[in-house]
């Protein structure tokens, strides 16, 4: 009986392990419209936009842990030192993000905007879409990222390996019973 119950705390405590385990994924941004990719210099003037989509696979994760845009900004070289760029909004929602100051030539700017209650549960194929909007000067759009930190959805072998001890447990205690 002390066996079969040691058993079925190390089966149950492998399963659940396995199962808690957290990931990081990163997606990156699309190809553009007109085939310009996303991920290389695009040089933004103010006043212009550009709409960014980002597609993710929500089916790999049971739940978010967090999930972060990150995106990398830089100046071009040309005008002042007072250029700005936001982003205007995500999935249609303004989200408050406070304008970034792009600087210097050799200098390079980052978003990290949490961005964790816009993604959509599985089995949606919605990306993530944000626009980011010239405020004033012209600079280089460089790359947007996005990274989710995730619980993975339960494989079937390690749902298999806990069923198979519990059954097991189950049958050595029901056989000492009768």
């Not at 553009?32 to 996303?38: D, E, H, L, M, P």
């Not at 959509?120 to 989710?148: C, E, I, K, W």
């Amino acid at each position: 009986m002390r066996k079969n119950l040691g058993a079925l705390f190390l089966t149950a405590a492998v399963a659940h392990a396995g199962a808690a385990a957290a990931d990081t994924i990163v997606y990156y941004a699309e190809t553009g419209s007109g085939g310009a990719r996303q991920d290389v210099d695009v040089t933004l003037v103010s006043p212009s936009t550009r709409n960014i989509s980002i597609a993710y696979d929500s089916s790999l994760w049971a739940s978010i842990n967090s999930a972060t845009l990150t995106m990398l900004l830089g100046d071009d070289g040309g005008d002042g030192p007072n250029e700005f760029a936001d982003v205007a909004a995500i999935e249609g929602v303004d989200p408050m993000v406070n304008p970034e100051q792009v600087v210097g030539a050799a200098t390079k700017d980052y978003w990290a905007i949490d961005v964790s209650d816009k993604l959509l549960p599985p089995n949606h194929l919605t990306p993530l879409m944000f626009t980011l909007q010239a405020v004033s000067g012209d600079f280089d759009y460089r790359n947007a990222v996005l990274t989710v930190d995730f619980t993975p959805v339960p494989e079937p072998a390690t749902t298999a390996l806990l069923g198979s001890g519990l059954l097991v447990a189950g049958l050595a205690l029901r056989r000492r019973a009768s």
